[in-house]
């Protein structure tokens, strides 16, 4: 499935909308304006929860957890990866993945343990700043997919401050 991901430029804190491949606003993604860390919920378009995104404090590098169904993903963003950004997601289960991407180009991959690509995020074919098509292969949780995909913006955005 296909999705445009945009941060809003004029809201308190970080906020996301997500349109699927039809144009339509599926997702809206709404950060805290004030607290400790990003902590940023995943909404469908009705203010239904459907994920919590919150950065962990006190690690090294930067690690956010995405708490969906009862079950937490773990995304950490690697420290010494010079001209890319890396990130190992833990996945519960045997499910770990893998993003890396290049700095310069604003494009990644995420990746299963075989090397499979599950996931494109590319910034490739839009000029907005902080717009990202996000193409997702069929059988994986999408919403799962595009709130990794927040935070590897969030932790990418940050390095380019």
Known sequence: MRYVMRQKLL???DD?????DRGDEVFFVDGRL???GDKLSFEDMEGNELARIRQRL???GKTYEIERGGHTTVVHKH???PFTCKF???VPGRNDLEAKGNLLDHEYQI????GRVVAEVSKRWFRFTDTYGVDIAPGHDDVTVLATAVVID???HEDKD
């Open 88 to 90: 190992s997601i833990d």
């Open 154 to 156: 969030l932790c990418c």
């Open 16 to 20: 996301f909308t997500i349109k699927n």
């Open 58 to 60: 006190l690690t090294i």
């Open 11 to 13: 809201s308190f804190g």
């Open 79 to 81: 420290l010494f990866t």
């Open 34 to 36: 004030i607290s400790i």
């Open 111 to 114: 990746r299963d343990a075989r």
